[in-house]
Nanobody, 128 residues
Framework: QVQLVESGGGLVQAGGSLRLSCAAS????????MGWFRQAPGKEREFVAA????????YYADSVKGRFTISRDIAKNTEVLQMNSLKPEDTALYYC?????????????????????WGQGTQVTVSS
């Protein structure tokens, strides 16, 4: 069973930066796309960013555009979310998500149903 392993969460002051990473446990994981979602207490899980593996095309929620950058390391099957200019409203549990090339669903980067694999989540807390 492939697992997604996240790292890099923590506590930071507003205006600071954090870097989240997510790696698939198997190098043979045939990645089509990976993404990040987040869930704050009492709220629905929401889309943050995504990247297509082959083209490198990226997608962002409006709330993080210009502040967050998603990237990938194909050799390591790892995605990275660089988060700058963090705000208290960015506080949430951040989940890594992945979609394989074998999926038959149409890919919509911002839809949770587009991803078949999920990490356990890593906490990001931004203090004001």
């Amino acid at each position: 069973q492939v697992q997604l392993v996240e790292s890099g969460g923590g506590l930071v002051q507003a205006g600071g930066s954090l870097r989240l990473s997510c790696a698939a446990s198997e190098r043979t994981f045939n990645t089509y796309a990976m993404g990040w979602f987040r869930q704050a207490p009492g709220k629905e899980r929401e889309f943050v960013a995504a990247i297509r593996w082959s083209s490198g095309s990226t997608y962002y929620a409006d709330s993080v555009k210009g502040r967050f950058t998603i990237s990938r390391d194909i050799a390591k099957n790892t995605e990275v979310l660089q988060m700058n200019s963090l705000k208290p409203e960015d506080t949430a549990l951040y989940y890594c998500a992945a979609r394989t090339t074998g999926s038959s669903r149409i890919y919509f980067p911002a839809l949770r149903s587009s991803y078949g694999y999920w990490g356990q989540g890593t906490q990001v807390t931004v203090s004001s």
